[in-house]
């Protein structure tokens, strides 16, 4: 690193699955990684398809006791790794350590959440082992770091909720010498420790969540997220082959974007970077020359993107009291606290309220809400979503979106809740024909 670079704002770099796959993609990594001028962090997801194969083991080792196969097949993967790259860290610890657990799991018949939690967070304690270790090969120092030691949460096990003060310190107190004598942290992400004491991780995606973290400690010059795809597209490329990429999304309209179904970014990762203002930036492993998607607070006024959510189900809830029905809306939303369920979009009238939820409606919810209302329930619903600042205040926009998609059953339009997006519903099944011509209509 040349002398006198400031390494008080360092970047923190977020290496997903497929950048941490294979061979070819850990010599990607290294070369990404030697080619920051300055201070740096890397913070690591598993490698593509460990974390389920680890939830595998621990089905079969509870389930009937037949894990052998599926763990040596996960040994064997990464041994060719570390062959391919000639490297030879030290793994057996990791191997010994998850064969007592699976051991464990049959004997007792029993898998449960903290226990498979810990289970999982081998993925990223061996990814993060290996990279380090050829880094160090390729003349590049480094040193894993184990984020059970940095973050700090609740006993949530499966989603762990992080005590951020707690966080902060550790990771500052840990990871801000090592950069200054010019190490490249290599922090594992998706996992950290419980009050109790014992590994956590921290949701699907987390990977992302710990990046953000990691960078917000730091107060982070940048937070770059490498993955597999050029940046975020204005929509899916599998039904518009001619998606291009954003160049430049506010904080904002990427949280609109990942809530309703881009699959870039995990929608934490966004509140740690914008509580900072560290801007954000996706990037491709595998295109280092690609520009990505640059995220920060700067709101430009345009159209951005049409991105879409399937398997959402409505729920229609009307007044049993009918007109000035008091306490109504509280009494819905007090029940779907209760029963932990999120609203995407609600839409209300004098007796009666739909809302979405991307999750299977659950009886004892529907139960609690016919003691004072008449439900019903429609599955197989997608929502569309078109995105963009300012686009409440744009005229016309409601006239060309209805015009596109005028052949379809449109439900529960919703405009006023966001300056940013407009949101409505049709049939799941109809939802790519819609994003196509929504496409057409505003990006062609």
Same mark, same amino acid.
């Given at each position: 690193?040349?002398?006198?670079?400031?390494?008080?704002?360092?970047?923190?770099?977020?290496?997903?699955?497929?950048?941490?796959?294979?061979?070819?993609?850990?010599?990607?990594?290294?070369?990404?990684?030697?080619?920051?001028?300055?201070?740096?962090?890397?913070?690591?997801?598993?490698?593509?398809?460990?974390?389920?194969?680890?939830?595998?083991?621990?089905?079969?080792?509870?389930?009937?006791?037949?894990?052998?196969?599926?763990?040596?097949?996960?040994?064997?993967?990464?041994?060719?790794?570390?062959?391919?790259?000639?490297?030879?860290?030290?793994?057996?610890?990791?191997?010994?350590?998850?064969?007592?657990?699976?051991?464990?799991?049959?004997?007792?018949?029993?898998?449960?959440?903290?226990?498979?939690?810990?289970?999982?967070?081998?993925?990223?304690?061996?990814?993060?082992?290996?990279?380090?270790?050829?880094?160090?090969?390729?003349?590049?120092?480094?040193?894993?770091?184990?984020?059970?030691?940095?973050?700090?949460?609740?006993?949530?096990?499966?989603?762990?909720?992080?005590?951020?003060?707690?966080?902060?310190?550790?990771?500052?107190?840990?990871?801000?010498?090592?950069?200054?004598?010019?190490?490249?942290?290599?922090?594992?992400?998706?996992?950290?420790?419980?009050?109790?004491?014992?590994?956590?991780?921290?949701?699907?995606?987390?990977?992302?969540?710990?990046?953000?973290?990691?960078?917000?400690?730091?107060?982070?010059?940048?937070?770059?997220?490498?993955?597999?795809?050029?940046?975020?597209?204005?929509?899916?490329?599998?039904?518009?082959?001619?998606?291009?990429?954003?160049?430049?999304?506010?904080?904002?309209?990427?949280?609109?974007?990942?809530?309703?179904?881009?699959?870039?970014?995990?929608?934490?990762?966004?509140? @740690?970077?914008?509580?900072?203002?560290?801007?954000?930036?996706?990037?491709?492993?595998?295109?280092?020359?690609?520009?990505?998607?640059?995220?920060?607070?700067?709101?430009?006024?345009?159209?951005?993107?049409?991105?879409?959510?399937?398997?959402?189900?409505?729920?229609?809830?009307?007044?049993?009291?009918?007109?000035?029905?008091?306490?109504?809306?509280?009494?819905?939303?007090?029940?779907?606290?209760?029963?932990?369920?999120?609203?995407?979009?609600?839409?209300?009238?004098?007796?009666?309220?739909?809302?979405?939820?991307?999750?299977?409606?659950?009886? @004892?919810?529907?139960?609690?809400?016919?003691?004072?209302?008449?439900?019903?329930?429609?599955?197989?619903?997608?929502?569309?979503?078109?995105?963009?600042?300012?686009?409440?205040?744009?005229?016309?926009?409601?006239?060309?979106?209805?015009?596109?998609?005028?052949?379809?059953?449109?439900?529960?339009?919703?405009?006023?809740?966001?300056?940013?997006?407009?949101?409505?519903?049709?049939?799941?099944?109809?939802? @790519?024909?819609?994003?196509?011509?929504?496409?057409?209509?505003?990006?062609?």
């Amino acid at each position: 690193m040349p002398e006198g670079e400031d390494m008080s704002r360092p970047i923190v770099q977020k290496f997903g699955g497929t950048s941490m796959g294979t061979d070819q993609a850990l010599t990607a990594v290294a070369g990404i990684i030697r080619n920051v001028d300055g201070g740096n962090v890397a913070v690591v997801s598993a490698t593509s398809g460990t974390t389920d194969m680890l939830i595998r083991l621990g089905k079969e080792a509870v389930s009937d006791g037949d894990f052998e196969a599926t763990f040596a097949e996960l040994v064997q993967k990464h041994e060719k790794i570390v062959a391919n790259l000639h490297i030879n860290p030290d793994m057996s610890g990791f191997w010994e350590e998850m064969r007592k657990i699976l051991q464990g799991i049959n004997m007792l018949g029993e898998l449960s959440p903290n226990v498979l939690d810990r289970l999982q967070s081998f993925g990223e304690r061996i990814s993060a082992t290996i990279l380090a270790d050829y880094l160090k090969a390729d003349g590049i120092e480094a040193l894993m770091v184990d984020a059970f030691n940095l973050v700090k949460t609740d006993n949530n096990f499966g989603a762990g909720n992080v005590d951020f003060d707690v966080t902060y310190k550790k990771t500052r107190e840990t990871l801000l010498p090592l950069i200054e004598k010019g190490i490249v942290p290599v922090v594992t992400g998706f996992i950290g420790q419980a009050e109790n004491g014992q590994y956590i991780t921290l949701g699907r995606g987390g990977s992302d969540y710990s990046g953000a973290i990691v960078a917000g400690a730091l107060g982070a010059s940048e937070l770059q997220i490498w993955t597999d795809v050029d940046g975020i597209l204005n929509t899916d490329p599998r039904l518009v082959p001619e998606a291009k990429v954003l160049p430049q999304v506010s904080f904002n309209e990427a949280g609109e974007l990942a809530y309703f179904g881009a699959k870039v970014l995990h929608p934490k990762t966004i509140k @740690p970077a914008i509580e900072k203002n560290i801007p954000v930036r996706i990037l491709n492993t595998f295109n280092v020359a690609a520009p990505g998607t640059l995220i920060t607070n700067e709101e430009i006024e345009s159209i951005k993107s049409v991105t879409y959510k399937k398997n959402i189900s409505v729920i229609n809830i009307c007044s049993l009291g009918m007109l000035n029905a008091h306490g109504f809306l509280a009494k819905i939303f007090d029940a779907f606290a209760r029963h932990k369920v999120v609203a995407d979009v609600v839409s209300t009238s004098e007796v009666s309220v739909s809302v979405t939820v991307d999750t299977v409606v659950s009886q @004892p919810l529907i139960e609690e809400l016919r003691s004072f209302a008449t439900v019903k329930v429609y599955g197989d619903m997608a929502i569309i979503c078109l995105v963009g600042e300012g686009i409440r205040a744009k005229s016309g926009i409601l006239g060309q979106l209805f015009s596109a998609v005028n052949e379809h059953n449109v439900s529960m339009v919703s405009q006023g809740a966001s300056k940013r997006n407009i949101t409505f519903l049709v049939n799941g099944e109809e939802a @790519p024909d819609v994003v196509v011509k929504v496409f057409n209509t505003f990006f062609k």
